[in-house]
């Protein structure tokens, strides 16, 4: 067990529908990462937050958007879905911004129909 | 942009043989170095690291390099076993960390 925490592990939805997935990062771990992994694809980097602060941004789509809350946890809230958007989002934390082990969550399976 | 290559994307050695795995990156202020090993529908994890100040760290039968002058780092497995079957994945860091797209490791009998 790594101590990040996401949820939920599976989802299902149709294309043009809207979808929250929400991490808890380590305890004491002040930054957090979202990847997208599509089947049989690397490891794509959306998004990073330190501390409540956007610290860097990947390939993230307009329509895909984040946030890290006071308590940390943060949110990826993914709207009107297409077929493509099919993965598993996996998060991540790290104590530091950057320069340090992070450390994935299991991940969330989302799959559009 | 920042981009790290990784090869071969696939690769099958003899159980006990040794596999090798390389990695370059474009960013030359990247200074971490992580391998990271994920099974099947499992989260990755992680199994080494380095950083730019160190050229050499080795774990058991797992060892990495870097040559930063080239830009270039490389995994080491010894002694392949069925349980090293896995997608490796490199990545670099300096900031926010780039991963290589995997290499499908499959040990044969």
């Known amino acids: 067990d790594s101590g990040v925490t996401q949820t939920p592990k599976h989802l299902i939805t149709a294309t043009g529908q809207r979808v929250t997935l929400r991490c808890s990062p380590r305890?004491?771990?002040?930054?957090v990462y979202w990847y997208q992994q599509s089947l049989d694809q690397g490891l794509q980097f959306l998004i990073q937050y330190y501390n409540g602060e956007e610290r860097a941004k990947g390939n993230i789509l307009e329509r895909f958007s984040a946030q890290q809350f006071p308590d940390l946890h943060s949110e990826l809230n993914l709207s009107s879905l297409e077929l493509g958007d099919s993965a598993l989002y996996f998060c991540?934390?790290?104590?530091?911004?950057?320069?340090?082990?992070?450390?994935f969550g299991e991940g969330s399976w989302l799959t559009v129909v | 942009g920042e981009n790290v290559e990784q090869h071969p994307s696939t690769l099958s050695v003899q159980e006990g043989d040794s596999a090798v795995i390389k990695c370059t990156y474009s960013d030359s202020a990247s200074n971490y170095f992580p391998w990271y090993k994920q099974e099947l529908g499992k989260r990755p994890q992680l199994i080494i690291d380095i950083r730019s100040n160190v050229g050499e760290k080795k774990d058991q039968r797992i060892a990495v390099t870097l040559n930063k002058t080239a830009k270039h780092f490389s995994l080491h497995i010894t002694e392949t076993q069925p349980e090293d079957s896995a997608v490796y994945f490199c990545a670099a860091s300096k900031g926010k960390i780039i991963f290589g797209k995997g290499t499908r490791l499959h040990i044969l009998p």
């Open positions: 991540a934390s790290s104590a530091g911004q950057g320069g340090n082990t992070i450390y």
């Open positions: 305890s004491g771990d002040l930054s």
